[in-house]
């Protein structure tokens, strides 16, 4: 393999145009070249100038234009949610293994700025054929992600919830509430969910005593973004997230006891989730 193609072949893009989402997380719009092969669920090393290097997940890809969605949480996703039409940023990929989309009957449950991987999933389920619930959830109704757009989408195969902690929108409590409540009136073969590792934990559980399929899409602090570094390594497996994730499956989480459980910080130390 080339280096170039081993790191992710490098390119600067400037930013074409921006979509709000929510108060603190906003979609950027730039160009990509239209080969570019994208599959729902992998992710872009987005380099920001003077700043640092941070994995994003595509979550559009109209070519030549491609979208990624910020949620602002510390120095490099402030920078970004806060660049002008016109500046220059980094990218390199895309990286990782992408969902599998072999479902008939899904539930595909977002939570927060979890919704950027799934957002072309549900489109792409749909385009196959499948019947799809999706389960936005967040704490407040304004803070829930891709709600305008996907309280517009008319296919009959669809069908949109929404949970919020404070009752805002839709059911009033916790995604894995309004999750066990579906799971006793409907039947779906696979759950697909990205979000706090914790309730991704929990809805693995849950799919596990329900018998349907389970799929996530992991978060792992990332410096290469491409197998070399070992940063983003699950335990006790070595599982990489960037190589052999983000998307894993039900059979493999059952194997990495960090799942729901541990994370490494920038250092390397293990932290609880
Ligand atoms: C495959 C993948 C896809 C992602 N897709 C998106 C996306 O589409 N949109 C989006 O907004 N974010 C996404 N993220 C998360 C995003 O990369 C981080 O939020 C970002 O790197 C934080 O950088 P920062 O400099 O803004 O925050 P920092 O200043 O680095 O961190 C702010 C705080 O968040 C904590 N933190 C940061 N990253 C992590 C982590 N991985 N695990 C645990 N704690 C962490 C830090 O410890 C610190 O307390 C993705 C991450 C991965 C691995
Ligand atoms: S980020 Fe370097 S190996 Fe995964």
Sequence with gaps: MRIEDLLGNFVSVRISGFVPETSRCRTLQ??????????????????????????MSISKWTPPVAEITVLNIGEATKALISMATGDWIGIRGPFGKSFDTDSKRALVVGGGVGMAPLRPL??????????????IA????NDLVFHREFSEQTNSAFRLITTT???????????TEGVTELLNIREFDTLYTCGPELMMAKLFRLATKAGIGFQASLERFMKCGCGICGTCAMDPTGDLVCLDGPVFTGVQLKKLSDFGRHYRDQMGSKKEC
């Design 30 to 55: 730039f160009s990509m070249n239209e080969t570019m092969k994208f599959c729902p669920g992998q992710f872009l090393m987005v380099w920001v100038p003077g700043v640092d290097e941070v994995p």
């Design 122 to 135: 549900v489109y792409n389920l749909l385009e196959e054929g499948a019947e799809v619930t999706l389960l």
């Design 138 to 141: 967040a704490k407040t109704k």
């Design 165 to 175: 902690d404070d009752g805002s929108s839709g059911f009033k409590g916790m995604a």
